[in-house]
Nanobody
Framework: QVQLVESGGGLVQAGGSLRLSCRAS????????MGWFRQAPGKEREFVVA????????DYADSVKGRFTISKDNAKNTVYLQMNSLKPEDTAVYYC????????????WGQGTQVTVSS
């Protein structure tokens, strides 16, 4: 069982920056791919970015390339999402995700953190 807790959301002006954190806890029996998804009001959840356990591979949605950066600190069991040049369309609830590399059905979500970008 893995628990994920996000933090760092808030209100920011367009063009500003935020850094989200996701701390994982609990027993794991394999490495995990970590990532972020988001869901805006009236829209479906969408993929934002993912990072391999080693940090050597990343995958970004086209909408955030060049603006968002994912990183991780395995010693702290924490994944970060640095968000720069924020736009109003980035407004959403951001969810941390962890998926077992050994068993894809072991898939965990955080509670979400609100990011609001004003014009």
């Amino acid at each position: 069982q893995v628990q994920l807790v996000e933090s760092g959301g808030g209100l920011v002006q367009a063009g500003g920056s935020l850094r989200l954190s996701c701390r994982a806890s609990g027993r794991t029996f394999s490495t995990y791919t970590m990532g972020w998804f988001r869901q805006a009001p009236g829209k479906e959840r969408e993929f934002v970015v993912a990072i391999s356990w080693s940090g050597g591979n990343t995958d970004y949605a086209d909408s955030v390339k060049g603006r968002f950066t994912i990183s991780k600190d395995n010693a702290k069991n924490t994944v970060y999402l640095q968000m720069n040049s924020l736009k109003p369309e980035d407004t959403a609830v951001y969810y941390c995700n962890a998926r077992s590399d050994l068993q894809y059905t072991y898939n965990y979500w955080g509670q979400g953190t609100q990011v609001t970008v004003s014009s």
